[in-house]
């Protein structure tokens, strides 16, 4: 009976350390097939017929369509500069410059992958409607309540997370992922 009870433990321990570490590497990606940037991330070879499994199973769970990294290059981040995961009853600024690319947009999710529903029905900016300063940079806040100028609406204070798409990267985009200036993710204050 104790042998029985010990190989039961063994099991229970064995699936469970590896159902952790699959979700992990579905979630979070490991260094050899996602890319860290900051608090983004991106799978550099999303949507191309030699993706990994953990890629390919990353986008089944996540039912998103990706496109090739010459398409678009799309980064997520859930933390903020400072590690810290994204909550909406905290207020952001996300802070940065253009892009070397046809069209990008930055927009907000909750934590289920659907659009954070606001009154103001603004759910992202991209390259074409974001405001910028004369500096050539960007701000946008994040809040519940409504800032003039860029502003995208935070409704609760469930975990959500922030995904920038690039489309049409140049080369030396797509050649330094690790490298690229992305934007900052500063925490202003919390509820």
């Not at 089944?60 to 009853?89: H, K, M, N, W, Y």
């Not at 892009?99 to 103001?120: D, G, L, Q, S, V």
């Not at 922030?162 to 934007?183: C, H, K, Q, W, Y």
Request: hydrophobic fraction near 40%.
């Amino acid at each position: 009976m104790r042998s029985f009870v010990r190989l039961f433990l063994f099991l229970l321990v064995g699936i469970g350390l590896g159902y952790c570490s699959a979700d992990y590497s579905m979630e979070q990606g490991l260094t050899h097939v996602s890319i860290r940037n900051g608090p983004w991330t991106i799978w550099p070879s999303a949507g191309s017929a030699d993706a990994d499994p953990y890629t390919r199973a990353h986008f089944s769970a996540t039912g998103v369509l990706p496109l090739t990294i010459f398409e678009a290059a799309t980064f997520r981040a859930d933390t903020d500069d400072d590690g810290i995961p994204l909550d909406q009853s905290c207020e952001y600024r996300v802070e940065g410059n253009g892009f070397k690319t046809r069209w990008w947009n930055i927009a907000a999710y909750k934590a289920n992958r659907t659009p954070m529903e606001n009154a103001a029905e603004r759910h992202s900016f991209n390259s074409e409607n974001l405001i910028f300063d004369s500096q050539g940079e960007f701000h946008i806040e994040l809040s519940r309540s409504a800032r003039p100028g860029n502003w995208l609406p935070l409704t609760n204070s469930d975990s959500f997370y922030l995904s920038l798409t690039l489309f049409n990267p140049e080369a030396d985009v797509r050649g330094n992922l690790a490298e690229l200036i992305l934007p900052r993710i500063v925490k202003v204050r919390c509820a």
